[in-house]
């Protein structure tokens, strides 16, 4: 085996066990509707609160958040004083950061669980600002992944949180699954090869 070689099948090695992050974002632009076809709907719960509140299904409704989206878990209708944004398992075992910006209209303890209901952040925001900078954020770490993040204002008197909770600028880091990592050192092999003839 020749040193190239030898180097590809090394770089495959740790390519199939060192965690490589991908980083994923959203920013809700317009038309506010096209969030629907991205990572984050495609992988969790999280809707708006105006097609759950029943403005005819209109996924452009941004009510008066210019930027963000006013977010609900799709459970209560019209909300009620908790929202659990919840990850499939799936996507939620190879999640290991995920960080987003609030404005909390009523006082809210958000907290952040991993795949094995441990938590882990908790933050409590609240007094909105109707300029959206969504400037609180929300942030967690997880070697396991990250399953689930609960918006309760129950200890606080129980307020609506669903469409008075503006969430914006998702940023999340996922280890790709095995099979992808395995797929990626097998072409460093196949490289190596083509490369040798």
């Not at 038309?31 to 984050?40: H, V």
């Not at 495609?42 to 930027?67: F, T």
């Not at 007094?127 to 942030?139: L, Q, R």
Request: aromatic share 10%; hydrophobic share 40%; glycine share 12%.
């Amino acid at each position: 085996m020749n040193s190239f070689m030898r180097i590809a099948v090394g770089l495959a090695v740790v390519a199939a066990s060192a965690p490589v992050f991908a980083q994923l974002s959203e920013t809700f632009p317009d038309p506010l509707g096209t969030w629907r076809t991205r990572w984050l709907a495609q992988n969790s719960n999280l809707q708006n609160y105006y097609v759950v509140a029943g403005n005819g299904g209109n996924e452009d409704d941004r009510g008066n958040n210019p930027i963000g989206l006013w977010m609900s878990d799709g459970v209560n209708g019209n909300g009620g004083p908790t929202a659990d944004i919840i990850f499939n398992d799936a996507f939620a075992s190879t999640l290991r950061h995920l960080d987003f910006g609030v404005e909390c209209f009523v006082q809210t303890r958000i907290t952040m669980f991993d795949v094995n209901g441990a938590q882990i952040s908790t933050f409590v925001y609240s007094g909105g600002d109707f300029g959206f900078g969504h400037e609180d954020i929300v942030s967690g770490d997880s070697t396991v992944g990250i399953k689930h993040v609960l918006f309760d204002s129950t200890e606080f008197g129980g307020s609506q949180v669903e469409g008075n909770t503006s969430v914006d600028t998702f940023h999340a880091r996922v280890v790709p699954e095995p099979a992808t990592m395995i797929a990626l050192g097998a072409g460093l092999v196949a490289l190596a090869r083509r490369r040798r003839k």
